[in-house]
């Protein structure tokens, strides 16, 4: 096998674990609360991290790498893991899982939007009439496609998924001022993000007691979305030339996505959600195209 058919293969795989994610929040918002999810879930997938940190000979690497840059990764740690999946578990517990994940694929717009006050970029008419289109779809997927209601399923949930993008676009804008391997400064972000995570649980919810299924739940998507997820998305774009087509292929998780929500949370999926989705991510493929020329 290739590189690039093993980096076609790990993306793939990649967007085979996103597209069940949607599916294990809500399943997991069953038997937690938001911050419970976040404390629980962030401790599984640190205790990985750290586990793949020693094993690969890298444990040194993490006071080091801190070292560099210890003022970046206490920010970015405040912004993920804990800003951000507090606002992302509120969404989704606030909203069906069709509408809070198809949100969620804007960040990319967020990160184009952003990068105007924080990176001194301009907007060309263009990437503006980009992001028209994806907040269009955001208002379609917001409203069941019934427009001249605005009547939303939770106003406070839609507010908490685009702050969710604001945050990871943030996130990763700053991100690119990080040096080093990218498995262990995860890891990092993870530990200076900790703290926060505990106060806030402590002081909104409670650590225990809490069902074995969500305590499974919480460790699933620690494990996935937080984990193996990451570390096989950089496998494969590491092994590949071509990264345009590696990332083209992650969007195959928000519809495979649906046929999850659809089968196991039981969600009638509504076409306003397929319409919405549809011109959100060839609002981000365009902006995408735009930015690589």
């Known amino acids: 096998m290739t590189d690039h058919s093993k980096a076609c293969f790990y993306a793939l795989a990649t967007a085979l674990l996103w597209s069940t994610i949607a599916t294990a929040f809500k399943i997991a918002l069953e038997y937690l609360d938001p911050w419970q999810l976040v404390f629980w879930s962030v401790v599984t997938s640190t205790t990985l991290l750290t586990f793949i940190a020693i094993i690969q000979g890298k444990s040194s690497l ?27 578990f509120g969404a989704y517990d606030r909203l069906p899982a069709q509408q809070a994940q198809a949100l969620n694929y804007s960040w990319p717009i967020a990160l184009t939007l952003l990068s105007v006050p924080v990176l001194g970029r301009k907007l060309s008419f263009t990437s503006l009439l980009c992001c028209l289109l994806a907040y269009a779809g955001v208002l379609i997927i917001c409203t069941g496609g019934e427009l001249q209601k605005l009547d939303f ?61 969500g305590l499974a739940a919480a460790a699933y998507v620690g494990l996935i979305e937080m984990g193996f997820a990451y570390i096989l998305w950089l496998k494969a774009l590491k092994l590949t030339d071509n990264t345009a087509m590696i990332s083209n292929i992650s969007y195959l998780s928000p519809f495979l996505s649906l046929i999850f929500i659809g089968n196991i949370l039981g969600e009638a999926i509504y076409p306003a959600t397929y319409a919405g989705l549809m011109m959100i991510i060839v609002a981000v493929l365009a902006q995408q195209r735009l930015s690589s020329k």
């Open 62 to 88: 993490i006071v080091a790498q801190f070292k560099q840059s210890p003022g970046l990764f206490l920010a970015l740690g405040l912004l993920n893991p804990f800003l951000y999946h507090v606002a992302l």
């Open 153 to 213: 399923a939770s106003l406070t949930g839609v507010a908490l998924a685009l702050a969710s993008t604001l945050i990871w676009a943030l996130y990763w804008l700053f991100n690119t001022r990080r040096k080093g391997d990218p498995v262990v400064g995860m890891l990092i972000c993870f530990l200076c993000g900790l703290p926060w995570i505990i106060g806030a649980a402590a002081l909104f919810s409670g650590f225990w007691p809490i069902a074995t299924e």
